[in-house]
């Protein structure tokens, strides 16, 4: 990297990521908490594991419906009205969880908390795409999703204080998970209005020459996608060919994160560890470990600048984890096979955003990436849902975790098909990052 380029790149990352990341992980920490609350919930209200499955899954329907609309109206109105506004209505939603008293009520508050916290990842993975030139984004978005897995590695025994409440003015352990950590997503929408520059042209806190620089090489970038690919209209992107099997692939990812992770407490209850502690902290396991290999996985891919097999490997290795989890006996070796299916499952995914983000900009980049995570967020209903049939059925996880290991395998598939497309290479990417820095004059409007 040049000089001016790692300069702005420490700056860029001091001041968005770790706001973005604490976003996020309070984003999840209100989606996850769901799963820990349910040791007691389920036994209070008297849901049967499909009426839980059917609720969980019951989020990602409105969730689906809104993403699209969302994201073409935060790259409308600016990233620090948008993202603010999803997180104040969030957080008053997930509180409102504890005034759930039957299947009736769940299902409601679920549909709502879907409509309402709908487009926040897209959104921001849009906004990271906006600062971010293409070399650097893998990183910098695997450091955004670790706070996915960090927050059940934190969310786990907080919540298993949390239940532990029970009784506690008159409140139930689980409603007490819900009260409290609604709180920190209300207090940091506020801030996200006040603290986020909508684009690189508004960052005051920039100095000139690195805003300069940036807004260069950002629209170079620009530039080369079109040239590649043609112009592609908001409208195109919504139904371009590779936006539709990366949204395949989503639909994989999705069915493993809410099928397996949304029952995954009840799975750890079921070998054997019994207390409500006891079964959060065994849960937070497997997202340590996926939270380590998702940094070390991304940073090897962006410096190699191959995305495909970085891709597919990790997603072949949660297909198979699932497989493990399911035919291995004993505790010890599940549990192990869990952590595969983790690591496999979050090591992937920032490199999968980094595939879908190579040949859109601007508002059809908002389009195409919010296509994506709402086709595959369908997986968000259909997945819990059959998990919670098939429990119901079988009175086992078993036959729901090959299945959703069979979406897997398609997944990897389709990435090593749709992988095959023309990539820019790192070398390229650099050589236009030097013939921009030398100019140190931006080619035209701003934006990725």
């Known amino acids: 990297m040049t000089e001016i380029e790692q300069r702005t790149m420490r700056r860029l990352s001091k001041r968005l990521v770790p706001f973005l990341l604490?976003?996020?992980?309070?984003?999840?920490?209100?989606?996850?908490?769901?799963?820990?609350?349910?040791?007691?919930?389920n036994r209070d209200l008297g849901l049967t594991a499909g009426a839980f499955g059917f609720g969980a899954g019951a989020f990602f329907l409105t969730y689906f419906l809104f993403e699209v609309p969302s994201n073409l109206m935060l790259a409308r109105v600016g990233a620090s009205r948008w993202i603010a506004r999803i997180m104040v209505t969030w957080g008053l939603v997930s509180g409102a969880m504890v005034l759930v008293r039957g299947e009736a009520s769940f299902y409601t508050v679920r549909v709502l908390l879907g409509a309402?916290?709908?487009?926040?990842?897209?959104?921001?993975?849009?906004?990271?795409?906006?600062?971010?030139?293409?070399?650097?984004?893998?990183?910098?978005?695997?450091?955004?999703?670790?706070?996915?897995?960090?927050?059940?590695?934190?969310?786990?025994?907080?919540?298993?204080?949390?239940?532990?409440?029970?009784?506690?003015?008159?409140?139930?352990?689980?409603?007490?998970?819900?009260?409290v950590e609604a709180v920190p997503a209300l207090v940091l929408g506020v801030v996200t209005f006040f603290y986020l520059s909508d684009s690189p042209k508004d960052a005051r806190w920039l100095p000139d020459d690195q805003r300069t620089w940036l807004v260069g090489r950002l629209e170079a970038e620009r530039i080369q996608a079109k040239a590649g690919t043609g112009h592609v209209t908001v409208l195109r992107a919504l139904t371009h060919p590779r936006i539709l099997a990366l949204a395949v692939v989503d639909v994989a990812i999705c069915s493993i994160n809410t099928g397996v992770g949304v029952f995954l407490p009840q799975i750890i209850q079921g070998f054997g560890v019994r207390s409500d502690v006891g079964v959060t902290l065994t849960t937070a396991v497997p997202y340590l470990v996926a939270a380590i290999g998702m940094v070390l996985w991304s940073r090897h891919s962006d410096r190699t600048g191959e995305r495909r097999m970085h891709t597919a490997v990790p997603l072949a290795v949660a297909a198979l984890g699932i497989v493990g989890a399911v035919w291995v006996p004993g505790a010890v070796p599940k549990m192990v096979c869990l952590c595969a299916v983790m690591f496999g499952l979050y090591a992937m995914q920032p490199v999968f955003w980094t595939l879908s983000m190579t040949f859109l900009t601007g508002a059809a980049a908002a389009g195409g990436v919010a296509v994506i995570n709402s086709i595959g967020n369908l997986a968000g209903f259909v997945s819990p849902y059959a998990m919670g049939s098939a429990k119901d059925a079988t009175g086992s996880f078993s036959v729901g975790m090959l299945g959703i290991a069979c979406t897997g395998v398609l997944g990897v598939v389709v990435?090593?098909?749709?992988?095959?497309?023309?990539?820019?290479?790192?070398?390229?990417?650099?050589?236009?990052?030097?013939?921009?820095?030398?100019s140190g004059q931006p080619h035209g409007g701003g934006g990725a």
Do not use: K
């Open 415 to 438: 990435v090593l098909l749709v992988g095959r497309g023309r990539r820019r290479t790192t070398a390229e990417s650099l050589s236009s990052s030097a013939e921009t820095a030398r």
């Open 116 to 179: 309402a916290e709908a487009g926040f990842f897209p959104g921001v993975i849009f906004y990271l795409g906006l600062w971010f030139p293409a070399a650097h984004r893998a990183r910098i978005i695997s450091l955004f999703m670790v706070s996915v897995p960090l927050s059940v590695v934190v969310g786990a025994p907080l919540s298993g204080a949390l239940l532990s409440l029970d009784g506690s003015l008159g409140l139930r352990g689980w409603q007490w998970v819900y009260i």
């Open 22 to 41: 604490l976003c996020y992980f309070v984003s999840y920490l209100d989606r996850t908490n769901l799963s820990f609350a349910a040791l007691q919930m």
